[in-house]
């Protein structure tokens, strides 16, 4: 079993930035993946940012240029550093790990999401 902790989330302006964490921890062979998903009211969930154990990344068009997702592969852990926030990224963020077992299976665990509000 994978757990994922986050934290980072809050109430910003519009323009202004936050950086959320996702860390992973327990029965831990090898994460291929780590990313970001965010869920709005009557919204569903899309994928905002991911990123492979090799540092490719992908991004959501509506946050390219103002969203850059990194990791730390000892650490086990992704960030999010958003800058010039808008209103309409207001959503809940969840962290999302793909494990792959020694064995070869794999399987995905999520956070329990942390809420980002952007103010007008």
């Not at 860390?23 to 009211?41: K, L």
């Not at 154990?53 to 550093?81: C, H, M, P, Q, W």
């Not at 958003?82 to 399987?107: F, I």
Request: charged letters at 15%.
């Amino acid at each position: 079993q994978v757990q994922l902790v986050e934290s980072g989330g809050g109430l910003v302006q519009a323009g202004g930035s936050l950086r959320l964490s996702c860390a992973a921890s327990g029965s831990i062979f090898t994460i291929n993946s780590m990313g970001w998903h965010r869920q709005a009211p009557g919204i569903q969930r899309e994928l905002v940012a991911g990123i492979t154990s090799d540092g490719t990344t992908n991004y959501a068009d509506s946050v390219k240029g103002r969203f850059t997702i990194s990791r730390d592969n000892v650490k086990n852990t992704v960030y999010l550093e958003m800058n010039s926030l808008k209103p309409e990224d207001t959503a809940v963020y969840y962290c999302y790990a793909v494990h792959r077992t020694r064995w070869g299976s794999q399987a995905w665990y999520w956070g329990q999401g942390t809420q980002v509000t952007v103010s007008s």
